[in-house]
């Protein structure tokens, strides 16, 4: 048995997969009994096989994947911060997922900074209790086409320069004599225009009125609209959809907006910004028998694919985690090992790599006889810590906002202690690189930025300033009119664009 997910069609090929066509035009109450079904077979696969909802690497194409992050030039992932004109700014450039691939249970994490805590992706499909929210989003992003997969607005070519009214006209009673006839492949349903849209045809409600006299437009096309209650002028956009042999299945394009509408899974750490880190901070060491890196909190495996690339220099990572469903009871190793192992299976050449991995939080590892040894001996740590309670990886009692549920708390019993054994397994002469940024819960924002250079200091690291991490673009980032500056913190200018970043602390030990 494979410990990794790859690409799987069993349920995209089983009949639970429903076409756009069918689910549109189903009842409601038929809607809510396939979403039933679809959430009993993915919650099958995935406790069985180790499949969730979500494509991985084909097994053939994995070998290319770790190939192509350990030829990622690192030299090209910096950038200038145009707002201050350093080269701190630092950018994924390779975007490999391969190691979600062996961490299934990422998506039984959560990553939230509101009040209520954010359910997982798993909790989505098998939980009762998630339901509601599970028929909410699978009804916006189908039944509403929320995001317009399937029935796609209608605009004339670009060509087209004649009267749009007349357009709409023509377009609707051509696939409203289609559907009647059983003759087309496409259908239509009318959605409402709240402004004037380039290149986009409307029909008014008087013309809608005149095709269902005359008996070809349908309750289906109308998708709740009661022309009875709205102005004749009323104007609607024309979504067309395909239908019979062309109709479109919604597996697996759904499990996208699942993932990102209802249970946000925290995001894995990018293989090849720590390739970039592991390179930077440990040139000096190249011409040690063996270089030791310290990952305190190892997560899904990330960091580690990053040290894995590093072909050039000898490694020895060392990691640390509590999270017991990142080892593989069967086997009697972690899912780290595993992932190494494959790794090696396909990268055959250059300098050795050991790896050591400890189920532990890293606040209890000092302890920990095995890690012991290694006290004032590691040249480099580099991790990204839970954010407080930002971040659930798992329900187990070992996590540390689990354990500590006060912010105070979590700094003094988790935080603290994590970055004491930072500072004493740290060799003389070497760097520290903690990934952490502040956040919010509610109203109240928790200084953990701050904190975490508090702390280093006060154990007698230099600090010797930070990297940008700079992050994908999101649609929802505000910039503030008057001042066309983003209203929240952590921004750089990369490119002439506002661009949000996480920032990455760097520490020296003397």
Request: some cysteine; overall charge positive.
């Amino acid at each position: 048995m494979a410990y990794f997910y790859t690409k799987n069609d069993d349920i995209v090929k089983s009949p639970v997969n429903k076409t756009f066509e069918e689910l549109f035009n189903c009842s409601e109450k038929q809607f809510a009994t396939w979403v039933d079904e679809l959430c009993e077979a993915v919650t099958k696969q995935w406790d069985e096989k180790g499949q969730p909802p979500k494509a991985g690497v084909k097994l053939e194409d994995m070998g290319k994947e770790f190939e192509r992050i350990c030829n990622v030039d690192t030299d090209k992932m910096w950038f200038k911060d145009e707002q201050t004109r350093i080269m701190d700014c630092i950018a994924d450039g390779a975007r490999v997922a391969v190691a979600n691939c062996f961490f299934p249970n990422i998506l039984k994490a959560k990553d939230t900074v509101g009040e209520d805590k954010a359910i997982s992706v798993y909790d989505l499909f098998a939980k009762q209790s998630a339901r509601p929210k599970t028929l909410a989003v699978l009804s916006k992003c189908i039944r509403e086409d929320g995001f317009y997969e399937f029935a796609k607005i209608y605009r004339p070519p670009t060509s087209y320069k004649g009267d749009l009214r007349r357009e709409a006209r023509r377009i609707v009673e051509e696939i409203l004599t289609e559907d009647a006839t059983g003759k087309g492949e496409r259908s239509l349903w009318i959605d409402a225009a709240p402004k004037v849209e380039k290149r986009t045809p409307r029909i008014n409600v008087k013309e809608l009125k005149a095709f269902k006299e005359r008996g070809l437009l349908k309750n289906k096309h109308l998708n709740g609209v009661n022309l009875s209650k709205v102005s004749d002028d009323s104007l609607y956009r024309i979504r067309v959809y395909k239908t019979h042999s062309k109709a479109e299945y919604v597996l697996p394009k759904v499990f996208r907006h699942l993932e990102l509408g209802a249970g946000i899974a925290p995001n894995n750490f990018p293989a090849a910004i720590a390739r970039l880190l592991y390179k930077f901070a440990t040139d000096r060491c190249k011409n040690q028998n063996k270089i030791v890196i310290y990952d305190p909190s190892m997560g899904f495996g990330g960091r580690l694919l990053g040290a894995l690339s590093l072909r050039d220099r000898p490694i020895h990572y060392i990691g640390t985690d509590p999270n017991s469903e990142n080892w593989i009871k069967e086997l009697g190793i972690s899912r780290y090992e595993y992932m190494e192992r494959v790794f090696k299976s396909h990268v055959r050449y250059g300098e050795p790599f050991v790896g050591t991995y400890i189920c532990s939080g890293s606040e209890e590892v000092a302890s920990n006889v095995e890690f012991l040894q290694y006290k004032g001996k590691v040249d480099f740590i580099f991790t990204s810590p839970p954010y407080f309670s930002a971040e659930i990886y798992s329900d187990e009692p070992t996590q540390s906002s689990i354990k500590y549920k006060e912010y105070d708390s979590w700094r003094d019993n988790f935080l603290r202690p994590t970055l004491k054994t930072c500072a004493e397994w740290l060799r003389p002469k070497r760097n520290l690189a903690f990934n952490i940024a502040d956040i919010n819960v509610g109203s109240t924002q928790y200084p953990l930025e701050q904190d975490t250079v508090t702390i280093l200091q006060e154990y007698g690291l230099h600090y010797e300033g930070k990297l940008k991490m700079v992050l994908a673009i999101s649609p929802s980032m505000k910039v503030k009119s008057f001042t066309a500056q983003p209203s929240m913190k952590n921004f750089c200018i990369v490119n002439g664009k506002w661009r949000k970043y996480e920032p990455i602390f760097i520490f020296f030990k003397p």
